[in-house]
């Protein structure tokens, strides 16, 4: 009985959550002033007279931004229920098919960056957490990962192991003279474009896992249960295990809020690595403010953070004895 | 908790290797953004300024392009002088000075980063302070806002004030920054708030018939204030990330240089291709360096404040 | 459990691989393929609102004529001839032998059928178009009611591409209108032009497969190159990269091409002196003729004489030194024509002779008084503004050179910078700016498109879209409107000579350099890329561009290595007149290369 109602409330919260953040993010572009589609008119060198009028109209009618506003918003959640997320300014093309084809590159490097980055920083962060011979030289080493802005460790990458010694490729996502096909050539290809993007991310992702594990380790080990259970005699093993199994909760909360981002793609890696993203749609839709697309990807983002929400608060509901204290109480 | 332990913590933060490792360097680099300019004869731009005579107005010259570091090299100036000048870190594309860029970069950076934590943790603990003390509807609906604005992109934000803008300023950029980067601040302070309103004392302070805001600063607050200047370094390492990253996907400053706009001027320019390092290895080298400092800063003060995380002998 | 873990992630691993639709595998020989690339995806393929792949103009669907942008001349292409039977009749007589690459033939039918097509779509309206009649298989008359503007008819000759009635005679224009002709739609694009396109891999790619049975053949050379692929390339630094390491042929990106050809000597351009890059059209710097003591023709053409385009070109942006005249390099026959050096010398003002600019200013009675370094206008000294946008590092540094050229002379520019859309072109579209550069008025096809689009000024809103500074002179309205009219070469020498004389004397804006165009070629598989010397084809490989020319560049490239016939050209009469329609919509590379 308890956790249905908490499942109920939860759910209302995020509906409303996301309708609010749906009308919002609609609601932001239309506010902006300027007219995208005169702007990106007259970006176009090649027009004669009375050549723009004509184009202004066409494409006014082809996206409705001639009818009212109240109209256009009406139209915006009939589509969104048709699976429709609009036709992109900038690319010609529907924008689901632009999300659609861009987004698996996006998870194929940032899936593993964050998984493997997650499991090696919190093991790393653990040991750092009981040991402090290792700590003393392991902890600035994190903090100096960790403190790296992600693209510039991506241009170093870039000129030591592409440019200067020539090791790996760093460009695109595969050889440009292959197809994507099942084959070893192309998964050789792909495998070696692969790791430094990976490698960018990964490495500085380790320093902040390994930080916050680490002092939740410490944190633990310090508290009064684990104190107690020393008293009591208790094996290290298992005073680290209840101390870990602590710990980790935090850590599966974050790792969950970064699959869920995941969706907004690595912005400047992708520039840096010309990886084909859905970084670069973004950016590109937000310097030439084409809204369709810019709304589109942002819906994304936030169906899937709010879909990481929820299901870290679900779990939580039965992993965290706290959590189901406070739905059972009242 | 009186005064004089909260001193006495300070002595002690002072003590802690960590904390003055990083308020060393932290210190190095404000130094370094304060008295730089006085070895370079160039502007912040990077060019050589030159009076005219007879009139109050400057004269630019640009430099030699793309000099290595520590190049010599003679200016002939508008008026025909020749000057010597030194480029420390050599020159970009353009022919502008790196190092005179790098300074003024860098004061931009840290300017951007103070602006932004200051609105950032004080928008974030005031909404976290009245979610957390008043709790209820209040709670429900403030923590609401919260997880609409942490699924909001932040450059959703930006792009909008941008168009509004005719330029983009740091000032600008900084509010940004703060206006995105508070909710986390007010979850986490909101929590401190719940476990605080509690404890005895609060209860024995609203016995006595305190009012809320009394009980606010005079209670809660100073139960806080170490765990409020954490979050407030927090704030400030996350907006020079953040902004360090507007600026490379070329949301930056439209009015100054920063050091994340150099970086982007240098992949612009094929730095990484033609082995320009001077260019793009200083810049960031510095934002990875003030914010490891920062790191420092913190976890020094969180072993004073929260000696559960000190380790012996340190 | 850490071994679930383990295991759950591999398969994630393994699954987020398997995300990707994979396609047979296939190779395209190095020696057979040109490599392009462009600064966005390929993600549409649209023939009408310009998608972005290179050569679905030109090369897949063709036009009647194809325009040479860098000589501002019309090759027949579809057309065997196109004329002026009568003062409102154009007509236009087709190559024998053209097919469909579905095997069928095109036929007048189809011509009529396209204009009108497009007319549906709404994106053309051709003034003063009575009817497209067809007078046999091969013949088709355009007739107008009333004068018709004949640049603007020239211009759709080169950018309305004919199509396929038989196929897209069941398309609805209102759904075409956001078709990406990619997938299933890929059908529809039967083209009569020597490629088709094979493949777009989303995003990635697009590959053009040479048509074998392509009619032109019969007239023009078979096309060299197998495959012509399309890489997306979103950075001018893995630009570079890619050519260096000779992954890519031909490129419009914005390179340090002195030191790219430094590293890979295999690396040409149209020059082969600095600045390599082709120059174009002159960049202007315009005045607000509106707001005093601008509004004064002798006050700017002080300024004209204090600035000096070879310090710009020296230490300002990749450039080369321009003349008087808005007119680029690339209307040489027209400026040869009209005599235009003989014009500026006797019209013109003299470059860098700040004493003379300084005499102008004085005798307008322009002086300093108070001893400051800066004259006064009714008391004030004066304080110019340029604007420019904080992306547009060239335009900027070309500013502060003016700003410097224009200290001596005693006036002050202050440069204020900003967004692209809402400060930049606000201000110009606004009229809130003193001094600005752009090129977009002498970006054009022929010489009266540019001096309409600088000098045309009836109202506010009735004007030439590049006329800023809101220059406003009858007489030059006139000549606009005489010159619109008439298909006669002497006639129309004859009106754009007076043009250039009021630009001269007028000075509207002052050309302060040339600017060029982004171009690398590598000759390592394929040599005979267009330049200076063999102007045949466009250097800008942006898609939009096909019937510009590009498409005459990639037809015209030939393997290196082996010995290569001469081509037999067909000889390109320059047809009728007109203006730039740019249906072309290049809005991203541009965008780009502004904001570098």
Known sequence: MGFRRYLAQKTAVYAITFLFAVTINWLLPRLMPGNPIEAMIESNLNLGPGEKEILIRFYEDLYGLNEPLWRQFVNFWVRLFHGDLGYSLLYKAPVWDLIRHSLPYDIVILLPAIALSWIVGNWLGAIAGKNRRYDRWMMPLFYFLASMPYFWFAMLLVYFIGVKLGWLPYQGAYDPSLVPGLNWEFIKSFLSHWILPFLSLFVVMIGSWAIGMRNMIIYELEADYVRYLEALGASEKLMTKHAYRNAILPQVTGLALQLGLMVAGAIATEIVFNYPGIGILLMNAALSQDYFLLQGAFLMVVISVLAANFIIDIVYAFIDPRVRASYTEG | ?314 | MKRYLALAIAVLLVGSLGGFAFAGAEDFPRSETIYTANSAPPTSANPFQGGNIIGIDGLVFEPLFMLNFMTTELKPWLAEKGEWVDSTTFEVKLRDGIKWQDGEPLTAEDVKFSFEYYEKLGLKKIEGLKEIKVVDDRTVQFRFSGQPNVWVWRSNLYTTLIIPKHVFENLDPEKVKTMTFLGDEQKYLVGSGAYKLKEVIQQQKSILERNEDWWGARYFNKPAAKYIIQLYISSNDQAANAFLKGDLDVATYYLDIAQLKSQNPNIVSWLDRPPYFPPVVPVVLYFNTEKPPMNMPAFRRAIAMAINPEQIVEQGPISDVPDQTPLGPIMENWKKKMDAPKLIEEYGWQYGNLEKAMGILDQLGIKDTDGDGVREYNGRPIELHFVTCAGCSDWIQTGEIIANQLKPLGIKVVIDKGDWTNFFMKKLNSGDFDLALHWAGTFKADPYSVYYSLMYYNNETDKGSANFGNYHNERANELLQKLSATPNEDEQVKYLKELTRIWLEDVPAVPVYTGTVFYEANTQYWTNWPNEKNPYGVPIFWPGFGTWGTALALLGVKPAGTPSPTTTDSGGSTCGPAILVGLALIPLALYRKRRN
């Open chain 2, 1 to 314: 908790m009186a005064r004089e332990s909260r001193l006495y913590k300070f002595r002690l933060a002072l003590k802690n290797n960590k904390f003055r490792f990083g308020f060393g360097l932290l210190l190095f680099f404000i130094i370094f953004a304060i008295i730089g300019p006085l070895f370079t004869p160039f502007a912040g731009d990077g060019l050589y300024y030159e009076k005219l005579p007879g009139s109050n107005m400057e004269v630019a010259t640009y430099s030699t392009r793309t000099l290595p570091p520590m190049t010599r090299e003679t200016l002939i100036t508008y008026s025909g002088r020749h000057v010597e000048v030194l480029h420390i870190l050599g020159t970009d594309k353009l022919g502008r000075d790196v190092y005179a860029q790098l300074v003024y970069g860098l004061r931009t950076s840290l300017w951007i980063a103070t602006l932004a934590a200051i609105i950032g943790t004080l928008l974030g603990i005031t909404i976290g302070f009245v979610a957390g003390y008043r709790g209820g509807l209040t709670d429900e609906l403030l923590m609401m806002f919260v997880n609409i604005m942490l699924v909001i992109p932040s450059i959703v934000l930006l792009i909008l004030v941008a168009a509004y803008l005719e330029a983009r300023s740091p000032e600008i950029q900084a509010l940004i920054i703060g206006l995105t980067g508070w909710p986390w601040v007010a979850r986490a302070v909101r929590s401190q708030t719940l476990s605080l309103k509690n404890r005895e004392f609060v209860n024995l302070a609203r016995l006595a018939g305190l009012s809320d805001l009394r009980i606010i600063f005079g209670e809660i607050m100073p139960n806080m204030i170490s765990y409020i200047f954490m979050v407030g370094i927090l704030q400030f390492s996350g907006a020079i990330l953040a902004s360090a990253t507007l600026d490379f996907i070329g949301l930056g400053p439209t009015t100054a240089v920063s050091l994340g706009t150099i970086l982007q001027k240098a992949i612009a320019h094929n730095a990484l291709q033609f082995g320009w390092w001077w260019w793009f290895i200083p810049p960031g080298l510095i934002i990875t360096l003030i914010i490891t400092a920062l790191f420092f800063i913190n976890l020094g003060m969180e072993e004073v404040f929260n000696p559960r995380l000190r380790r012996g002998g340190e």
